[in-house]
């Protein structure tokens, strides 16, 4: 399995010695350390095998074979000597599965979800600035997913309070290749027969939710964004807040997990968490949402399978959201035996090699919101109508790309504004001052 925890991604190897430099040039995640080029690595003077032991982790982790990165690197071989080994060499060297084998030696298919090439960030270290991050996602490109394409979405006319324009206006122009426009997204994987048509599927919402009732729904957070050498999790109990606190300041990809140790939830709480490079340059904070909070589970959970910050909601304010105003339950028989795609979606977490435990509630289903800063409104919601149903990442990443350029729009709108207003009051002062 491929943990985000930065000190079993660089394990015992040569690498640990480097952890404080990497912490102070702002190397502090996973996800953004593996996106490290060669002058990256020479600006932090890296030895030639500590290189070759980055490029190795990397490539096990974006295969979930972190397992063998000890054994790799002790080899002292560079990664291109490793991968034109045999077989039977990878096997009684490094004691590599023969399925781990194969996966291994696939040089084009990493265990997570691909984006299309617009989305590809270049191997480089993402710059700490807001300027910066935000010239690598200005210009937005049309998404060719079949995912998107067999997913459920019902147009919503629904009106937002806001101090800005809102996040539905704003996706107004979201067109999707069927030919409809949007202002709100609601989504959903299609509902198969069960039982050969005996057990139907339970219904889903048809309309986003109102912004209204999330705002003010309680959370307590559990845990904060993951960083090198942090502690583990927050100590002091923090009091509850309103969840409109969590994107005041800037979007967020709220993930409602429906139990933290089911093999399904941490693998879609893994595949989006390792896009954390692309959310940060698009200006977006993951948070992770549980209707349940075991402690045991959180830890398991954070930041191994995800890294981002935890947040608990006692109420379960967003899971009724979700379900229209109730919650979204399904019983395991008719739900996930007799279900063919949840059937299909545990064996596709399964293949990530993901641990799972049978620990707290696992009947009520969870989703993703993506909800604009301020009051700005929902912009996306997806529903999980069958056991394990993900968001597609490339869906989530056009529209945190529409909510990009909402807000630098309305940045540049209001600087031509105070521009116009401060040449206009300087035209009337020369003319009353010429007049007299």
Known sequence: MASFSVEEFVGNGILKELLPKLLDEGWDDVPTMKLMNAEDMEAVNMTQQQKDAMEIRSYLHDRLLMQYGDRLEASKKCLPEILNLSHEDLSSQFGMKRGHI????????????????PYNLPSRKLSSTSSGKSSTFNSYVSMNSNKMKSMKRIPVFRSSTS???????????????????????????????RACGWIQPPPVVDNVAPYSVIETISVQKLAPEYKIGMERLVKSKTPPM?????????PAILL??????????????????????????????????????????????????????????????????????????DKFISGFVFNPRAIANYKRAKAMGIEQNFKGEGEIKGGLFIVGRERTGIAYEFIERNFGDWAPVTEVIEICTQLQNQQLGQEESYKSEREYEYVHRFSEFTTSDSKK
């Open 256 to 329: 409602c997990i429906r139990r933290p140790g089911c093999i399904m939830c941490r693998a879609e709480a893994h595949q989006l968490y390792a896009k954390k490079p692309i959310f940060d340059a698009l200006g977006v904070q993951l948070i992770a949402v549980l209707h349940e909070h075991i402690e045991s589970e959180v830890k398991d959970f954070w930041p191994r399978y995800w890294g981002g910050v935890v947040v608990f909601d006692q109420g379960m304010g967003f899971f009724k959201a979700l379900g229209g105003g109730k919650l979204l339950k």
């Open 102 to 117: 194969a996966r291994f030696m696939d040089r084009t298919s990493p265990c997570t979800e691909t984006l299309p090439k």
């Open 242 to 250: 309103k969840a409109s606190e969590l994107w005041r300041d800037k």
């Open 163 to 193: 101090y800005d324009k809102s996040v539905e206006e704003s996706l107004a122009d979201f067109k999707i290749k069927d030919g409809y426009i949007f202002k709100g997204i609601v989504a959903s994987a299609p509902a198969e027969p």
